[in-house]
């Protein structure tokens, strides 16, 4: 039977579930399951769209959770590379799962989305 939605339990998962369900969270861990260890510059070419700041938000968030791996290399300049750790390979198909699930289905997507569109639309100019 499932817990109330009220306990501490509950909420620490809503939590961890806002950390690894947020959009850049889901696409750096696709990106590191695929690609294994990037540096810095490498992981932002590959998640498009992204900011340095964001990446960077994003990394420490994982980070801290367990998910992701900083190695930091004592080089001039420095070199920091990241992975995904154990705990964080274990979203890999769940996350891979989920974007190819969207990839598979844009055109539905956009079709129910244009429909949508269309129906407000109209709603709109009706109750003007």
Same mark, same amino acid.
């Given at each position: 039977?499932? $817990?109330?939605?009220? %306990?501490?339990?509950?909420?620490?998962?809503?939590?961890?579930? +806002? *950390?690894? &369900?947020? $959009?850049?969270?889901?696409?750096?861990?696709?990106?590191? !399951?695929?690609?294994? %260890?990037?540096?810095?510059?490498?992981?932002?070419?590959?998640?498009?769209?992204?900011?340095?700041?964001?990446? %960077?938000?994003?990394?420490?968030?994982? #980070?801290?959770?367990?998910?992701?791996?900083?190695?930091?290399? !004592?080089?001039?300049?420095?070199?920091?590379? @990241?992975?995904? %750790?154990?705990? &964080? +390979?274990?979203?890999? $198909?769940?996350?891979?799962?989920?974007? #190819?699930?969207? &990839?598979?289905?844009?055109?539905?997507? =956009? /079709? /129910?989305? !244009?429909? @949508?569109? *269309? /129906?407000?639309?109209? =709603? $709109? +100019?009706?109750?003007?």
């Amino acid at each position: 039977m499932a $817990k109330p939605a009220h %306990t501490p339990e509950h909420c620490h998962a809503r939590e961890i579930l +806002a *950390r690894v &369900g947020d $959009k850049w969270s889901v696409y750096v861990i696709y990106v590191l !399951a695929d690609a294994g %260890t990037l540096r810095f510059n490498a992981l932002r070419s590959r998640v498009e769209g992204i900011s340095q700041r964001m990446l %960077t938000v994003t990394l420490r968030g994982l #980070e801290r959770d367990g998910l992701v791996v900083r190695t930091v290399y !004592a080089e001039v300049p420095p070199r920091v590379e @990241y992975l995904l %750790t154990p705990l &964080g +390979a274990t979203l890999r $198909k769940l996350v891979c799962g989920l974007v #190819e699930w969207s &990839g598979g289905h844009l055109k539905e997507i =956009d /079709a /129910a989305r !244009a429909a @949508y569109d *269309r /129906a407000n639309v109209v =709603d $709109k +100019a009706l109750s003007r």
